[in-house]
């Protein structure tokens, strides 16, 4: 079975701080993926990566950054947190049979 | 319009019923299709690929029409367990190895006793 792990269930920041979320795959999969999930958006990309250090935007990029020095380990950076970073964060991995998701993250910006 | 539309329900259905949801996409070099299952504050969990020839999972049966850029699930002989978020996905041509994909909203599915 794919295992997606997220460093944390629920978080809770302030405005300006930033914030480190941490996504493990331990299927070696070469594709990984950040998103947010909100009401009536539905899932949203933030970033993508395709290979170690490779780093692509997806739709959503604006106040985010990420980093993925190892394969399995892809990492989501906001850089000042802000209110309306408030979301649900969810990473996937993926293969050629489709994308495999981490439990998600439930982020509060106060 | 958006490039992935479905009709977010909620579909209200008894035990046993069998039930049908669709969803269009607007792009028609999309290339690959797929059904996820989402349960309330849960991740989107993989349901089934959907290939050109339809397929069949269980009670679960997928279809692709190409021509009318639509896809379907159908679910037969409902569960109580079967009540979720269903999100049609599509593969944009040329992503490769599911790089990007396009997300519905999700269509509310829930099953009563």
């Known amino acids: 079975d794919v295992k997606v792990t997220q460093s944390s269930r629920y978080l809770v920041k302030r405005t300006g701080e930033k914030v480190f979320l941490e996504c493990v795959q331990d299927?070696?999969?070469?594709?990984m993926f950040w998103y947010r999930q909100d009401p009536g958006l539905g899932l949203r990309l933030i970033y993508f990566s395709y290979d170690v250090k490779m780093k692509e935007k997806g739709d959503i990029p604006e106040g985010y950054s990420v980093s993925r020095e190892k394969k399995e380990r892809f990492s989501l950076i906001l850089e000042s947190a802000s209110t309306n970073q408030t979301s649900m964060y969810l990473c996937?991995?993926?293969?050629?049979?489709?994308?495999?998701f981490g439990p998600g993250t439930r982020l509060t910006v106060t | 319009r958006k490039e992935v539309e479905q009709d977010p329900g909620p579909f209200n259905v008894p035990e046993g019923a069998t039930v049908a949801f669709n969803c269009t996409y607007s792009n028609s070099a999309s290339q690959s299709f797929f059904w996820y299952r989402q349960d309330c504050r849960k991740e989107p969990k993989l349901l089934m690929s959907?290939?050109?020839?339809?397929n069949e999972d269980g009670r679960f049966t997928a279809q692709l029409n190409r021509a009318s850029q639509y896809i379907s699930l159908l679910i037969r002989d409902s569960k109580l367990s079967d009540s979720a978020t269903y999100l049609c996905v599509v593969r944009r041509a040329g992503a490769g190895n599911n790089r990007k994909l396009i997300w519905g909203l999700g269509t509310s599915l829930a099953v009563n006793p």
């Open positions: 299927m070696d999969h070469e594709n």
């Open positions: 959907v290939y050109s020839s339809g």
């Open positions: 996937a991995s993926s293969n050629e049979l489709g994308q495999y």
